[in-house]
């Protein structure tokens, strides 16, 4: 899911990969890397028609969702990202980029609720949006 810190950006600092395989962080002991899967977006509410059918048009895919946190909407595409390894430890992790330097528990998804609401298909979105589903 990544990615402000209030986002849940998909990306942080995990451990290193030379040396002895120790957590960076002794708080994402125990996590699976979740901000290192499913990459997370910033987008617009949807207003016009035309934007909600874009948008019903990505919901189709199941591995798309939209959540919406403080108001502001966000696109999720599931996913894996290309540095972690088998074990979940990240083999960049000198070089990671900024956005995964600033994303840190406890401010991230492995500690509570990151959404106040998810939309998985096209009928919750017309539904969120108090829309009759088009047909
Ligand atoms: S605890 Fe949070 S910051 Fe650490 S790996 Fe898990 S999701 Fe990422
Ligand atoms: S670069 Fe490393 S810290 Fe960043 S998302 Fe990929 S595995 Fe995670």
Request: glycine share 6%; proline share 6%; net charge positive.
């Amino acid at each position: 899911m990544s990615k402000t810190k209030t986002h849940r950006t998909n990306v942080t600092g995990r451990k290193r990969k030379t040396g002895p395989r120790q957590r960076m962080l002794d708080a994402c002991n125990g996590c699976p890397a979740k901000c290192c899967h499913d990459l997370v977006m910033h987008i617009t509410k949807p207003r016009t028609r035309d934007d909600i059918d874009e948008l019903k048009w990505e919901l189709q895919y199941d591995t798309v969702r939209v959540f919406i946190v403080n108001y502001r909407w966000h696109r999720i595409i599931a996913g894996r990202c290309m540095y972690l390894d088998e074990d979940n430890f990240c083999t960049i992790y000198d070089r990671r980029p900024k956005r995964c330097r600033e994303h840190n528990p406890p401010d991230c998804e492995h500690y509570g609720e990151f959404y106040d609401v998810m939309i998985s298909t096209p009928e919750e979105l017309d539904e969120h949006l108090g829309r009759k589903p088009a047909g």
